[in-house]
Nanobody, 124 residues
Framework: VQLQASGGGLVQAGGSLRLSCTVS????????FGWFRQAPGKERGFVAG????????KVGDSVNGRFTVSRDNAKNMMYLQMSSLKPGDTAVYYC??????????????????WGQGTEVTVSS
């Protein structure tokens, strides 16, 4: 089972990035997915999530209206489109999967597979 997050980088405030999560080694359709982030000195927190069928999508309050999450079951890919980026969005972003639940989970303890993280830096 592998999750590979990519697409991070350095961007100016107000800019956009799209993160991708490539999944392999399991039946993609059976899993709900989430994006989490961790800034230096802070705990890892929920950013966005999508249910197993893509019908339910949730984002955290701090990114609501700026970030959107999606999945492509045909390509075994999950995405996080980030726009209007702020310096406060600077963090390492992780994609995660759970086969324990089909709905979006907000707590990282409910996810049992994790990618290695991709770093996003937003300059002011």
């Amino acid at each position: 089972v592998q999750l590979q997050a990519s697409g991070g980088g350095l961007v100016q405030a107000g800019g956009s990035l799209r993160l991708s999560c490539t999944v392999s080694g399991f039946t993609f359709d059976d899993y709900a997915f989430g994006w989490f982030r961790q800034a230096p000195g802070k705990e890892r927190g929920f950013v966005a999530g999508v249910s197993w069928d893509g019908r339910s999508k949730k984002v955290g309050d701090s990114v609501n209206g700026r970030f959107t999450v999606s999945r492509d079951n045909a390509k075994n890919m999950m995405y996080l489109q980030m726009s209007s980026l702020k310096p406060g969005d600077t963090a390492v972003y992780y994609c995660a999967a759970t086969d324990r639940y089909t709905s979006v989970q907000y707590r990282d303890i409910f996810y049992n597979y994790w990618g290695q993280g991709t770093e996003v830096t937003v300059s002011s």
